[in-house]
């Protein structure tokens, strides 16, 4: 292999990048095949390496039962391949976040379930971190050499693949990645997210995004951050051990909506803001409940967003909260349940609230989340809305937050629910007069993704306006003359003539 091709040289950048985030020695180059013991692999279809997964599931479950351990190695590497990929995957996942139930005997002969965890998430340092280059892996038919593969505590989760500078960034995606889904599937039945970039164009997606869906990581720790496409910026922004972890646990999803079920990930934008968002809820003792307007212009993936919350919420926060999403139309109350419904958000049936009373009845119950209309608040001017619950674990989450009508109504939320906690999400920004009670209701800004950087994204197509003045011509020249023949006819007066003009202004003038 040519050490200094481009190939090799963006390589080398990327491995460096990684050496910064998990640390140089935690680095093998796989080619010579000579690190397969090391790894534990007895076979090269192998993709789990074996012998750090056994050593951090022991670390991480010093209380759990050999047998348990074992049962649950052979549970996480089982043969997945008569499943569809993105199910394989899904399933894996769940390992992940929820940790292997296996069923073992104890001392007086009863069957018990113990749980085993693969990966700790509220510790990151306490997880082993590995990036390996050029790992031989074999299918049924072929053999691929994937170019970086990250892998935590021996679970591939992050695929790399690199092209030299001079070539497009599709054709890592089209003559790679396409490829390894035909030929070594089982390497995304653990995949989290792929990597592609040829050293000016890097990009993140799924297993099951096309190419058109990769998207680029232009900030790694702040919306204030200059956005800026580099391999560095993806690496840091998606790979460093906590926000990995994060990604993996917190911004994951699987959404049935489509004619087949796909993965998503969160966006850079999302991430950063949700994230905001999250902290708002711990802290919001301090901000009297007011956790802020998340504006994420239109097209941007706001129904996600919500999901990512209230799932992290519901992950890392101790409490029985309830999240009550509001919405100002029908259609969009089937909308967002639909998502929610789909990404598997919901576990329930759908609880909607279709009156004040159902509502109230509600939140006394154990719901982790109620769909309802602002309009549901309505009341008479001189009326006081009923109070509905003072539950502190509350959660208000309400779609176009900004609008006009929702002043009122608003504010009528905060009445009926003066412990609740409350969230605007909109599509389009507070206007800088007008909007006092939303900011009296949600507070400022938590979160921005304005409508230009949505269109320098790629995620929402730009708008165009062009002004056009309509031509006319007249091609009756003796209009004039048969006007006066009109009035004379109807043998109106001046004022009368006056009054016509004024009322249908627009027409005359055009005339």
């Known amino acids: 292999m040519n050490e200094f091709s481009e190939n090799k040289l963006i390589e080398q950048t990327a491995v460096k990048i990684f050496g910064e985030l998990w640390g140089t020695e935690n680095f093998a180059n796989a080619y010579s095949g000579e690190t397969d013991t090391e790894f534990g692999r007895e076979n090269p279809d192998e993709v789990v390496l074996m012998n750090y997964l056994k050593i951090a599931l022991v670390k991480l479950n010093p209380n759990v039962s050999t047998e348990a351990l074992n049962l649950a190695i052979d549970e996480i590497i089982k043969d997945r391949s008569t499943k569809s990929m993105v199910n394989a995957n899904q399933e894996v996942w769940r390992l992940l976040i929820d940790g292997v139930k296996v069923e073992t005997e104890n001392e007086k002969g009863e069957r018990q379930i113990e749980k085993v965890k693969v990966i700790d998430f509220e510790n990151p340092s306490e997880n082993h971190f590995m990036l390996v280059s050029q790992l031989w892996i074999t299918g049924e038919l072929h053999t691929r050499r994937p170019d970086l593969i990250g892998f935590v505590n021996g679970i591939p989760l992050v695929l790399v693949e690199l092209k030299a500078s001079h070539k497009n960034l599709r054709n890592a995606y089209q003559q790679n990645i396409k490829d390894y889904k035909d030929t070594i599937p089982q390497i995304f039945w653990y995949n989290a997210f792929i990597i592609i970039s040829n050293g000016i164009e890097s990009k993140v997606g799924t297993l099951t995004s096309a190419f058109e869906h990769f998207n680029e990581w232009k900030k790694i720790k702040s919306e204030d951050e200059e956005g800026r496409v580099s391999l560095e910026t993806v690496i840091k922004g998606t790979c460093e051990p906590s926000r990995l972890l994060d990604i993996v646990e917190n911004f994951t999803l699987f959404d049935d909506s489509f004619r087949e079920r796909i993965k998503a990930i969160t966006r850079y934008f999302q991430l950063l803001g949700v994230n905001q968002a999250f902290e708002q809820i711990k802290s919001r003792d301090k901000n009297n409940g ?87 608040f309505g ?45 605007g999400f909109t599509g389009t920004p507070l206007m800088a007069k007008g909007e006092e009670k939303t900011r009296e209701t949600f507070g400022d800004y938590v979160s921005t993704y304005n409508f230009a950087q949505s269109v320098e994204d790629g995620a929402t197509v730009p708008l165009y306006y062009e002004n056009r003045v309509p031509k006319l011509e007249n091609e009756n020249p003796e209009i004039q003359k048969d006007l006066e023949k009109v009035m004379d006819f109807y043998e109106l007066t001046t004022d009368e003539e006056e009054k016509l003009e004024q009322e249908f202004s627009t027409f005359y003038h055009l005339i």
């Open 379 to 423: 009341t008479k001017p001189e009326e006081k809305p009923p109070m509905l619950s003072d539950r502190s674990d509350i959660i208000v989450m309400v779609d176009e937050a900004h609008r006009t009508q929702y002043d009122r109504l608003a504010q009528n939320m905060r009445i009926a629910m003066p412990k609740s906690s409350f969230i």
């Open 290 to 376: 007011r956790l802020g307007v998340f504006w994420h212009t239109q097209g941007s993936g706001k129904s996600y967003s919500m999901i990512f919350l209230s799932q992290k919420v519901f992950r890392k926060m101790t409490g029985n909260f309830t999240f009550v999403v509001v919405t100002d139309r029908n259609e969009l109350d089937k909308q967002i349940y639909k998502t929610f419904s789909a990404c598997g958000a919901v576990y329930e049936e759908e609880v909607h609230a279709d009156s004040i009373q159902n509502l109230r009845q509600l939140l006394s119950e154990d719901h982790r989340h109620i769909f309802t209309l602002i309009h549901k």
